[in-house]
């Protein structure tokens, strides 16, 4: 009898302790995804405006947790843009998002530059910024990533091609990397995935948009072997055509179904 009352008592703690601790992680600031292609164009200049991403974390049942930031100082003013996204991966549907747009006037609790003793203005960088919008909206971010059982980990970007089952999977953009073509043109963006065994299949496409381009840079691989994240950048001009502003799309996608030959 002791001993199944010692039993149970350690199955009750354990429930107690463990199972919120996967649902209540301690959440922290996001990481600055670095893609080697656009590290140098971070901060301002007049080539590419690459728009950051933060990954986060995923939930055991395919939901993948991300945050997207957009802060530039154009010829009209400063810009921020960002946004957090709980996306199902399965569904491809947005479950919950939050947003902050903010052009030309920015309050006083999101700054882009910090001003040095000799009067000159220094870039604060992502990281810095992502931390202060983080920091003020703390509570209900936690409070969503809670809500949808996000674990946040390190997230890894991995490369195509992927070996899976037996089966050899790659991706990529129709139009790859093209920067020849005005500002005016539009174009149909395709993305195609292909599985030697079971053929092909369109994962993501916009049709008659203004766009230089794009490309496939990765994906993130989740809890559920069959679904992962696809990481897409569209090449998009700006409103005087330069810097190229790269918008990403994560897309979720399975690596078993949807094929044909």
């Known amino acids: 009898m002791r001993k199944a009352i010692i039993i149970l008592s350690f199955i009750i703690v354990s429930g107690g302790v463990l199972f919120p601790k996967f649902l209540k992680p301690g959440y922290y600031v996001p990481k600055l995804l670095v893609i080697p292609a656009y590290t140098a164009y971070f901060t301002p200049n007049d080539q590419y405006n690459p728009q950051k991403i933060f990954p986060i974390g995923w939930s055991r049942d395919g939901k993948f947790a991300y945050a997207i930031l957009r802060?530039?100082?154009?010829?009209?003013?400063?810009?921020?843009?960002?946004?957090?996204?709980?996306?199902?991966?399965?569904e491809?549907?947005?479950?919950?998002?939050?947003?902050?747009?903010?052009?030309?006037?920015?309050?006083?609790?999101?700054?882009?530059?910090?001003?040095?003793?000799?009067?000159?203005?220094?870039?604060?960088g992502a990281e810095t910024l992502l931390r202060m919008i983080w920091n003020k909206n703390k509570k209900t971010f936690i409070e969503k990533l809670t809500k949808y059982e996000i674990n946040q980990v390190?997230?890894?970007?991995?490369?195509?091609p992927i070996t899976y089952n037996k089966d050899v999977i790659d991706c990529g953009m129709n139009l790859g990397n093209q920067q020849n073509v005005s500002k005016d043109q539009t174009a149909d963006l395709a993305v195609t995935m292909v599985?030697?065994?079971?053929?092909?299949?369109?994962?993501?496409?916009?049709k008659a948009i203004k766009t230089y381009g794009g490309k496939v840079e990765g994906y993130f691989a989740g809890p559920l072997n069959e679904y992962i994240a696809v990481v897409i950048s569209k090449y998009i001009p700006s409103y005087a055509g330069y810097p190229v502003e790269v918008v990403p799309v994560i897309q979720g996608v399975s690596i078993e179904q949807g094929f044909k030959k």
């Open 71 to 90: 802060d530039w100082d154009d010829a009209i003013g400063n810009i921020i843009h960002f946004q957090l996204v709980i996306q199902d991966m399965i």
């Open 92 to 124: 491809n549907k947005v479950l919950w998002k939050f947003q902050l747009t903010y052009d030309l006037e920015i309050p006083k609790d999101y700054q882009l530059y910090q001003l040095e003793k000799d009067g000159t203005k220094k870039y604060i």
């Open 154 to 160: 390190k997230q890894v970007m991995k490369q195509f």
């Open 195 to 206: 599985s030697l065994k079971n053929g092909l299949k369109t994962v993501w496409s916009a």
